[in-house]
């Protein structure tokens, strides 16, 4: 059984912060498939269309029948553990910092052996006793990104244990919010709230909530999130580059996860509207200051990121599904969130190779004043609260929160074009 995580201690401030080594994170093409997948949360292999064999490492062809019609197929992972081992040593400055090390080689049942990190539950009695019983054993494989944001496999106990999540190795690839510390950029919102309420459950330890509009306060609800006990209040106004430095200035040092979820969003196109203050306004928050906070807190952030199991590890950003496609009744809406979506992308290459993962949320129509006019199903603030913490634990980078977003995904996948037409016709359905 995995020992629960304890509260770390005070870190000592003379202390100098460990510099980050990522593990080895060259990648062929095809084998980026396996990334690709595992981004959102998927354990997928290349099956072959021809022969139906499944295939491990990824290849440009079937080793069975070398046809090259190969397709990324959903796995369910389980198969038999058939050796482990320990690594007390290594040349890779990544693991060496992090030794002992456990891997096994595990036959899946869908017939490809594959080399695994080990969860420290596997077989944890029979590989204490070095009996014999350890082929036996049942493992379910799961594919996780690691600190470089490339596709490993780990090997799972085939059933859940107690403190499954607090494993040393699989902490390393996760963000999980446990004794973290977090910013969250909007507590006015419904959504924000919704938040800050699910992060103060997963047992953050501190929790930054910022709000921009004093004089509104009354009758937000801020107040009842303020009386939570991790939760302090911090001004910030994402549109004043002023406000923004100052609260990096306060607590940019410590911040482990930065939560985004700060938006304005209104509903018109084009023509419904003249002039451009409030598509401005839209571009202000949405883009503009996704921008600010990146540059302020972003390199304090990388400069964390391997400092012990409460390391910084995580910025998230709440996007949405209309960063894909335009959505013409909420068309300027629809452009500050693409635009928004393309700076993510800069921003999660930057933020790579100091192993710091950026998580990009795209809901559909979320359960807002903002939405009253659109016909169910919408996205409730507690489903999307829920879906970001569930991102960080699971350790994916996009997450696509709802029906409608599923949907959306699945038509942009299959023919941007359609959907545009689609779109243009009034919607979905
Ligand atoms: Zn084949």
Same mark, same amino acid.
């Given at each position: 059984?995995?020992?629960?995580?304890?509260?770390?201690?005070?870190?000592?401030?003379?202390? $100098?912060?460990?510099?980050?080594?990522?593990?080895?994170?060259?990648?062929? @093409?095809?084998?980026?498939? #396996?990334?690709?997948?595992?981004?959102?949360?998927?354990?997928?292999?290349?099956?072959?269309?021809?022969?139906?064999?499944?295939?491990?490492?990824? @290849?440009?062809?079937?080793? +069975?029948?070398? !046809?090259?019609?190969?397709?990324? +197929?959903?796995?369910?992972?389980?198969?038999?553990?058939?050796?482990?081992?320990?690594?007390?040593? !290594?040349?890779?400055?990544?693991?060496?910092?992090?030794?002992?090390?456990?891997?096994?080689?595990?036959?899946?049942?869908?017939?490809?052996?594959?080399?695994?990190?080990?969860?420290?539950?596997?077989?944890?009695?029979?590989?204490?006793?070095?009996?014999?019983?350890?082929?036996?054993?049942?493992?379910? &494989?799961?594919?996780?990104?690691?600190?470089?944001?490339?596709?490993?496999?780990?090997?799972?106990?085939?059933?859940?244990?107690?403190?499954?999540?607090? /494993?040393?190795?699989?902490?390393?690839?996760? !963000?999980?919010?446990?004794?973290?510390?977090?910013?969250?950029? /909007?507590?006015?919102?419904?959504?924000?709230?919704? *938040?800050?309420?699910?992060?103060?459950?997963?047992?953050?330890?501190?929790?930054?909530?910022?709000?921009?509009?004093?004089?509104?306060?009354?009758?937000?609800?801020?107040?009842?999130?303020?009386?939570?006990?991790?939760?302090?209040?911090?001004?910030?106004?994402?549109?004043?580059?002023?406000? &923004?430095?100052? #609260?990096?200035?306060?607590?940019?040092?410590? *911040?482990?996860? &930065?939560?985004?979820?700060?938006?304005?969003?209104?509903?018109?196109?084009?023509?419904?509207?003249?002039?451009?203050?409030?598509?401005?306004?839209?571009?202000?928050?949405?883009?503009?200051?996704?921008? +600010? #906070?990146?540059?302020?807190?972003?390199?304090?952030?990388?400069? $964390?990121?391997?400092?012990? *199991?409460?390391?910084?590890?995580?910025?998230?950003?709440?996007?949405?599904?209309?960063?894909?496609?335009?959505?013409?009744?909420?068309?300027?809406?629809?452009?500050?969130?693409?635009?928004?979506?393309?700076?993510?992308?800069?921003?999660?290459?930057?933020?790579?190779?100091?192993?710091?993962?950026?998580?990009?949320?795209?809901?559909?129509?979320? /359960? /807002?004043?903002?939405?009253?006019?659109?016909?169910?199903?919408?996205?409730?603030?507690?489903?999307?609260?829920?879906?970001? *913490?569930?991102?960080?634990?699971?350790?994916?980078?996009?997450?696509?929160?709802?029906?409608?977003?599923?949907?959306?995904?699945?038509?942009?996948?299959?023919?941007?074009?359609?959907?545009? $037409?689609?779109?243009?016709?009034?919607?979905?359905?």
């Amino acid at each position: 059984m995995t020992m629960p995580l304890m509260r770390p201690e005070r870190k000592n401030p003379v202390r $100098r912060t460990r510099q980050m080594n990522l593990p080895p994170w060259g990648r062929s @093409r095809v084998a980026l498939g #396996l990334t690709a997948a595992a981004a959102e949360g998927r354990f997928e292999l290349q099956v072959c269309d021809d022969c139906g064999a499944v295939q491990y490492p990824p @290849r440009e062809a079937c080793h +069975r029948c070398v !046809s090259p019609r190969l397709t990324w +197929r959903a796995q369910p992972g389980l198969g038999r553990l058939l050796a482990t081992t320990t690594l007390h040593h !290594s040349n890779d400055l990544f693991f060496r910092e992090r030794l002992p090390w456990t891997l096994g080689l595990v036959h899946l049942d869908a017939g490809p052996t594959l080399m695994v990190h080990l969860h420290g539950d596997v077989g944890a009695s029979a590989r204490r006793s070095r009996g014999p019983g350890t082929a036996a054993l049942r493992v379910r &494989v799961g594919a996780r990104l690691d600190r470089a944001g490339q596709a490993v496999l780990i090997g799972f106990p085939d059933e859940e244990t107690a403190n499954m999540a607090d /494993d040393k190795m699989l902490r390393e690839m996760t !963000s999980d919010p446990r004794f973290r510390k977090v910013l969250v950029t /909007d507590g006015m919102s419904a959504v924000g709230q919704a *938040v800050v309420r699910e992060l103060v459950t997963a047992g953050a330890d501190i929790v930054w909530v910022g709000h921009a509009e004093q004089w509104k306060r009354h009758g937000s609800g801020i107040d009842d999130i303020a009386a939570l006990a991790p939760v302090t209040l911090v001004p910030l106004d994402l549109s004043d580059a002023r406000s &923004v430095a100052e #609260l990096a200035g306060e607590i940019g040092a410590k *911040v482990d996860i &930065v939560i985004n979820n700060a938006e304005v969003h209104r509903t018109f196109g084009i023509a419904a509207r003249r002039g451009t203050d409030v598509a401005r306004a839209e571009m202000d928050i949405n883009y503009f200051g996704l921008l +600010r #906070l990146a540059q302020e807190l972003g390199p304090a952030l990388k400069g $964390r990121s391997a400092d012990g *199991v409460t390391s910084a590890c995580a910025w998230v950003n709440l996007l949405s599904i209309y960063a894909l496609a335009n959505f013409p009744p909420h068309g300027t809406f629809s452009a500050s969130k693409s635009a928004a979506h393309s700076l993510s992308q800069c921003l999660r290459a930057e933020m790579r190779p100091a192993g710091i993962r950026v998580i990009n949320l795209f809901p559909g129509p979320i /359960d /807002d004043e903002w939405n009253q006019n659109m016909p169910p199903p919408k996205v409730a603030p507690v489903a999307l609260a829920a879906a970001i *913490v569930k991102a960080l634990r699971d350790g994916v980078e996009d997450v696509y929160p709802g029906d409608v977003a599923q949907e959306w995904l699945e038509r942009w996948r299959d023919n941007p074009k359609v959907l545009e $037409r689609e779109l243009a016709a009034g919607g979905l359905g």
